[in-house]
């Protein structure tokens, strides 16, 4: 059960995009929410549905989610397939939990960049009154330390074989037992890589794939409902 914050007549909202940085700015937010006494809440937005994220962007999502499970964070939000402009999607959200200040982190290599040219921050404001936008200056030097080394996620399936081991496949079947997004390793003619799906309490999980089969223990229930 989460703690009733104290002044619930302030409400933070940190906006993440990708990369990084996103954790800074989160943890810059719970400091900020700790001072006040405040409920926080953080913010996603992406034109893609969450099933096409790449396996880089779907690694920073799940580790910022834990993040905000660990900062007791009141929510973590993800605006996928967002078609309305980022503004747009930001203002609905900061309307909907009476947020009274923002936080967005200041990059020249994230979706954010136009901020440091005033526009976005003129739009945001016109967009809502009385709210204080704060533009976090991050460390443009702060990159990514894992390299691109999957392809494109699709939509796969895990089944039992005849040997008891779960295989992959991409067609719908009766058989599946699990359904989630797998992502293959860049240069390899085989189905190797990495197959990640959401288990039946909401939490993302992943396994190994090395030429169709699962390589290390399933532990999680299956997700496909019969």
């Given at each position: 059960?989460?703690k009733i914050r104290g002044?619930m007549?302030?409400s933070?909202l940190?906006c993440v995009?990708y990369?990084?940085n996103?954790?800074?700015?989160i943890?810059?937010g ?10 926080l ?13 790449d396996a880089?962007?779907?690694?920073y ?10 900062l007791?964070?009141e929510e973590?939000?993800?605006r996928d ?6 503004v747009?999607a ?6 909907n ?7 967005i ?8 960049e136009e901020?440091?040219?005033g ?5 945001l404001?016109?967009e809502?009154?009385?709210?204080d936008?704060h533009?976090?200056?991050i460390d443009?030097?702060?990159?990514s330390t894992e390299?691109?080394?999957f ?9 039992k ?5 779960y295989?992959?496949t991409?067609a719908?079947?009766k ?8 992502y ?6 085989f189905?190797?890589?990495?197959f ?5 309490k909401?939490?993302?999980c ?12 399933l ?7 019969k």
């Amino acid at each position: 059960m989460k703690k009733i914050r104290g002044r619930m007549d302030e409400s933070i909202l940190v906006c993440v995009y990708y990369g990084p940085n996103g954790e800074r700015l989160i943890k810059r937010g719970h400091k900020l929410s700790q001072i006040m006494d405040c409920p926080l809440y953080v913010l996603t937005v992406d034109t893609l549905p969450y099933d096409e994220f790449d396996a880089e962007k779907s690694g920073y999502i799940d580790s910022w989610k834990e993040l905000c499970e660990d900062l007791d964070v009141e929510e973590f939000i993800i605006r996928d397939n967002e078609k309305r402009s980022s503004v747009k999607a930001i203002a609905e959200v900061a309307h909907n939990h009476n947020i009274t200040q923002i936080i967005i982190g200041q990059s020249p290599q994230n979706r954010w960049e136009e901020i440091t040219k005033g526009s976005f921050v003129n739009v945001l404001l016109r967009e809502m009154s009385f709210i204080d936008i704060h533009i976090v200056s991050i460390d443009r030097t702060l990159k990514s330390t894992e390299d691109m080394t999957f392809e494109k996620g699709v939509r796969g399936f895990l089944q039992k074989d005849e040997n008891d081991n779960y295989r992959l496949t991409f067609a719908r079947s009766k058989d599946n037992l699990y359904e989630g997004i797998f992502y293959k390793e860049i240069g390899t003619d085989f189905n190797n890589g990495v197959f990640k799906f959401i288990n039946n309490k909401g939490k993302t999980c992943q396994v190994h794939v090395t030429e169709d089969i699962i390589t290390g223990k399933l532990t999680d229930p299956p997700n496909v409902k019969k």
